[in-house]
Antibody
Framework: EVQLVESGGGVVRPGGSRRLSCAASGFTFDDYGMSWVRQAPGKGLEWVSGINWNGGSTGYADSVKGRFTISRDNAKNSLYLQMNSLRADDTALYYC???????????WGQGTTVTVSS | DIQMTQSPSPLSASVGDRVTITCQASQDISIYLNWYQHKPGKAPKLLIYDASNLETGVPSRFSGSGSGTHFTFTISSLQPEDIATYYCQQYNNLPLTFGGGTKVEIK
């Protein structure tokens, strides 16, 4: 079964850091680009970041550029999002999704929640 | 950044109705547009890619059309299980951007 499972969410103080992980299974991970998408409470979907199959190309939303870093470990079938200098408006449900930055995101995890609060 | 504007929201319709959602891009994005369905507590689901191609396994009552800056998404006969929020998303340019969403409700 094709599956993505996110982990690493929790409560973080403003200015703090958090690392999200996404474990992939059921497909050849290094055949696909991957993305992080978030949904703030009561808001719509927002693409956060994407990475190509080998990590050689990445992209970021303006709202997180310079603070968040996407990476992947193909040997571990895992995707990561390092989040630094967190702000209250980063509070959201963070989804991991399979899909190149140049296409559709066809497999999604159930998400992990990050709450930035003092 | 490319802005994606969806309308209407919300949308209230009866079971069996034909439902149409529009998505306007702030600049030409060719056919580089996807449509997603998002139900509360569930992961988003890709329905349509490249503006008009139905994702495998998606019922044929869903369809998409358009190119350039104007796109439409149609449910030919609304079913109770179609209650969800629908999003368009462009991938012509980075950053990828979503529309604000259209919440479809049963009248």
């Amino acid at each position: 079964e094709v599956q993505l499972v996110e982990s690493g969410g929790g409560v973080v103080r403003p200015g703090g850091s958090r690392r999200l992980s996404c474990a992939a299974s059921g497909f050849t991970f290094d055949d696909y680009g991957m993305s992080w998408v978030r949904q703030a409470p009561g808001k719509g979907l927002e693409w956060v970041s994407g990475i190509n199959w080998n990590g050689g190309s990445t992209g970021y939303a303006d709202s997180v550029k310079g603070r968040f870093t996407i990476s992947r470990d193909n040997a571990k079938n895992s995707l990561y999002l390092q989040m630094n200098s967190l702000r209250a408006d980063d509070t959201a449900l963070y989804y991991c999704a399979r899909g190149e930055m140049g296409g559709g995101m066809d497999v999604w995890g159930q998400g992990t929640t990050v709450t930035v609060s003092s | 950044d490319i802005q994606m504007t969806q309308s209407p929201s919300p949308l209230s319709a009866s079971v069996g109705d034909r439902v149409t959602i529009t998505c306007q891009a702030s600049q030409d994005i060719s056919i580089y547009l996807n449509w997603y369905q998002h139900k509360p507590g569930k992961a988003p689901k890709l329905l349509i890619y490249d503006a008009s191609n139905l994702e495998t396994g998606v019922p044929s009552r869903f369809s998409g059309s358009g190119s350039g800056t104007h796109f439409t998404f149609t449910i030919s006969s609304l079913q109770p299980e179609d209650i969800a929020t629908y999003y368009c998303q462009q991938y012509n340019n980075l950053p990828l951007t979503f529309g604000g969403g259209t919440k479809v409700e049963i009248k």
